[in-house]
C-alpha cells in the first residue's frame, strides 16, 4: 500500500469506531515528509480508543502510524501543531 492508502485505509477504520474527527498531522500533513516517514493520525469521540489503535497496528503495511487521541492529549504545543498544521480526512 501507498502512504496515502494507508491513511484512507486507517481514515476508514477510525470512522468505524464513529470518531467524530480524523485529523492527519505532522510531517505529511505539512507536506515535509520524507519516503519513510510514520503516519500521525489524531482523533475524537472514540470510546475505544485502545482498541481502535491494536487495529490501526494491523494495517498490513511496513509504515508506522501514530494514533493520537485528542479527547485525552495534554500536550501544549502538539496540540497547537495540529490546530494549525492538522488536516482533517
Known amino acids: 500500500m501507498t502512504a496515502e ?4 485505509e486507517a481514515a476508514k ?24 516517514s510514520d503516519i500521525d493520525i489524531a482523533v475524537t469521540g472514540v470510546e475505544k480508543f485502545e482498541l481502535l489503535a491494536e487495529k490501526i497496528e494491523e ?6 502510524v501514530d494514533l493520537l487521541n485528542l479527547d485525552t492529549c495534554k500536550n501544549q504545543l502538539l496540540l497547537e501543531d495540529i490546530r494549525q498544521y492538522g488536516r482533517e480526512i
Open 5 to 8: 492508502e494507508v491513511i484512507q
Open 13 to 36: 477504520l477510525c470512522r468505524s469506531f464513529h470518531a467524530q474527527r480524523v485529523i492527519l498531522y505532522g510531517s505529511r500533513a505539512k507536506h515535509t515528509e520524507r519516503e519513510r
Open 59 to 64: 494495517l498490513p503495511t511496513l509504515y508506522s
